[in-house]
Antibody, heavy 118, light 112 residues
């Protein structure tokens, strides 16, 4: 069974940093592209970042480019999101999601809440 | 503002059929990129409902179906049930935004 478990969320002050992790199991992690998708309170889904299976291709939404860094460790079956210069508008539940070649997200984690507030 | 437009809400009585539209442009749906649909029940993570325009993952009832034409796609739900009350999102890829996976704004389905 595919499982994705996020961790690392919490309360951080504006301008601060946070690192999210996603532990994957139940599939061959190193052969799939992985993604972060977020959802602000009461709002819709927003794609944040994607990383290819061997980290060759990395993409970010314009809203986080230059502030967030996605990475992965295939030996540890883990996905990461380093978030710097956090803003109030980054407050959201952050989901880790596996994707297929046609860009659909076939498995999602339960999400971790990031709150940016003074 | 999302590049994929959905109605904010739709509603229907149990047993009825409802459709949710997803309108894009020539850089996403109109360019031939696949459209996918997700169901998000209150307080839970999104769940894949339809992928590659018309395909249902294992376990998704055949009451759910997808279609696509031109720059638009639709999700149809027949035999509406109370447990279908949820938020529904369409998603595709947009070639005008580097690496960008794009979501619709979401549609709230209310079962009357």
């Amino acid at each position: 069974e595919v499982q994705l478990v996020e961790s690392g969320g919490g309360l951080v002050k504006p301008g601060g940093s946070l690192r999210l992790s996603c532990a994957a199991s139940g599939f061959t992690f190193s052969t799939y592209s992985m993604n972060w998708v977020r959802q602000a309170p009461g709002k819709g889904l927003e794609w944040v970042s994607s990383i290819s299976s061997s980290s060759t291709y990395i993409y970010y939404s314009d809203s986080v480019k230059g502030r967030f860094t996605i990475s992965r460790d295939n030996a540890k079956n883990s996905l990461y999101l380093q978030m710097n210069s956090l803003r109030a508008e980054d407050t959201a539940v952050y989901y880790c999601a596996r994707s297929q070649p046609d860009f659909h997200f076939d498995h999602w984690g339960q999400g971790t809440l990031v709150t940016v507030s003074s | 503002q999302s590049v994929l437009t959905q109605p904010p809400s739709v509603s229907g009585a149990p047993g009825q059929r409802v459709t949710i539209s997803c309108t894009g442009s020539s850089s996403n749906i109109g360019a031939g990129y696949a459209v996918h649909w997700y169901q998000q029940l209150p307080g839970t993570a999104p769940k894949l409902l339809i992928y590659a325009d018309t395909n249902r993952p294992s376990g998704v009832p055949d009451r759910f179906s997808g279609s696509k034409s031109g720059t638009s796609a639709s999700l149809a739900i027949t035999g509406l049930q109370a447990e279908d009350e949820a938020d529904y999102y369409c998603q595709s890829y947009d070639s005008s935004l580097s690496g960008s996976r794009v979501f619709g704004v979401g549609t709230k389905l209310t079962v009357l």
